[in-house]
């Protein structure tokens, strides 16, 4: 079936170390990834999003990479902050229902100073 | 100024209570949204509608009931609380349904 995973569940990186986060996708046809942040006690937070016809797209001191071949997303941060702890997830929308956003389980992310 | 509000924030309640979930977008969206988040922070969709009419309905009991006054609002009603029905609930809003979801803050929702 359809689903979006985590290689980790959890990350701890030292403040100012570059973080990268995993995320494996099974269903081919999708086209359009998005990355949210959940910090404790709120709702998640777009970060960026990609669509499938580009390998790489960046924001502020976030880059997200797709490899179609290996159905395979990542989300790399930079110069992480002690802010940047939270939960991060990876979605796509399922088959044709677009707005049916699937997300991944998720990876904590904990920053240490 | 909140873009997407959710009231109340935490709602605790006894066994087989009728309840509603109160949300509001004011970002002129067309689409909203609602999710429950379980206990290991697993996401998952229930509903949502564009320009009021129903477009995702999710495998959940029928005891939950969407309602939408007006494109700005989208209530979520609960009949008959269950155990199972503790969870965080979170409504979201999309310019138009392909693209990504703005949250609101939540409502944990204790049934006890």
């Known amino acids: 079936g359809e689903s979006v995973g985590l290689h980790l569940p959890t990350l701890s990186v030292q403040e100012g170390d570059n973080s990268i986060i995993n995320c494996a996708y099974s269903?081919?046809?999708?086209?359009?990834f998005i990355w949210y942040k959940q910090e404790s006690g709120k709702g998640p937070q777009f970060i960026i999003d990609?669509?499938?016809?580009?390998d790489k797209r960046q924001g502020q001191r976030v880059t997200v990479l797709l490899n179609k071949t290996v159905k395979h997303l990542s989300l790399q941060i930079a110069a992480t902050q002690p802010g940047d702890s939270a939960v991060y997830f990876c979605?796509?929308?399922?088959?044709?229902?677009?707005?049916?956003?699937?997300f991944g389980k998720g990876t904590k992310l904990s920053v240490k100073p | 100024d909140t873009a997407v509000s959710q009231t109340p924030k935490y709602l605790v309640t006894q066994m087989g209570n009728d309840k509603s979930i109160k949300c509001e977008q004011n970002?002129?969206?067309?689409?909203m949204y609602w999710y429950k988040q379980d206990s290991k922070k697993f996401l998952k969709i229930m509903f949502s509608?564009?320009?009021?009419?129903?477009?995702i309905n999710e495998t959940v009991p029928n005891r939950f009931s969407p309602k939408s006054p007006d494109k700005a609002h989208l209530n979520l009603h609960i009949n008959s609380l269950e155990l199972g029905d503790s969870a965080v609930y979170f409504c979201?809003?999309?310019?138009?349904?392909?693209?990504?979801?703005?949250f609101g803050p939540g409502t944990r929702l204790t049934v006890l």
């Open positions: 979201a809003s999309s310019q138009n349904y392909n693209e990504w979801q703005f």
């Open positions: 269903n081919s046809a999708s086209d359009y």
């Open positions: 990609i669509r499938s016809n580009m």
């Open positions: 979605a796509e929308p399922l088959g044709g229902s677009q707005g049916n956003l699937i």
């Open positions: 970002l002129g969206h067309d689409t």
């Open positions: 509608y564009n320009n009021k009419e129903l477009i």
